[in-house]
């Protein structure tokens, strides 16, 4: 299970930072990423980090704006958000990867619910 | 980064009704192709992994096909409870992951 929190209303140039939980697996056994989708849009892939959090990956759009990171030990999942502007407006979903990112074999199966976040002055 | 291009965008089809969507990347993803399920206000779920592997506990309605550039998902015998919108998904060129637009299949 995925359970993502810390979505809101964020003025624009503010942060906020998103949290996922997870439980039910072994979470240090998996890739994990972030992926957003706007009001009415498809669905975006934002930042992905290996399972011991040696490398970390991004969409060009939330580059040097975006840190995603994670806690072994409390397996958990995190996304810093910074320098949001209203492009950032989305549902973000943590989603569990079910293979290895560099292989080519690799899907997303298992999905939070989804936390808002909402950039508006 | 490798395009995923759906078509069609928007679909209506009948109940029991057989319905192809197609999804073509800009370049070779050999078979490293992923289709996904949304339903109105929920999370995406994985319903297909590597072109043809059904998830467990998906009906076997569901099947993909495909190789290259060019995929389908083929729903056979269309159920109320297909509708949703569908996006395909690639894994073989990354950073980034990247998904095809989406397509909304409704019922006539």
């Known amino acids: 299970q995925l359970v993502e929190s810390g979505g809101g209303l964020v003025q624009p140039g503010g942060s906020l930072r998103l949290s996922c939980t997870t439980s039910?697996?072994?979470?240090?056994?998996?890739?994990m990423s972030w992926v957003r989708q706007a009001p009415g849009r498809g669905l975006e892939w934002v930042a992905n980090i290996k399972q011991d959090g040696s490398e970390h990956y991004y969409v060009d759009p939330v580059k040097r704006r975006f840190i995603i990171s994670r806690d072994n030990a409390k397996s958990s999942l995190y996304l810093d958000m910074g320098s949001l502007t209203a492009e950032d407006t989305a549902v973000y979903y943590c989603a569990r990867e079910k293979g290895d990112f560099w292989s080519g074999d690799d899907a997303f199966d298992l999905w939070g619910q989804g936390t808002m976040v909402a950039v508006s002055s | 980064d490798i395009q995923l291009t759906q078509s069609p965008s928007s679909l209506s089809a009948s109940i029991g009704d057989r319905i192809t969507i197609t999804c073509r990347a800009s370049?070779?993803?050999?078979?490293?192709l992923n289709w996904y399920q949304q339903k109105p206000g929920k999370a995406p779920k994985l319903l297909i992994n590597d072109v043809s592997t059904l998830q467990s506990g998906v009906p076997s309605r569901f099947s993909g096909s495909g190789s290259g550039t060019d995929f389908t998902l083929t729903i056979s015998n269309l159920q109320p409870e297909d509708v949703a919108t569908y996006y395909c998904q690639q894994s073989f060129e990354t950073p980034p992951i990247t998904f095809g637009q989406g397509t909304r299949l409704e019922i006539k």
């Open positions: 039910g697996f072994r979470f240090n056994d998996y890739w």
């Open positions: 370049e070779s993803i050999r078979r490293y």
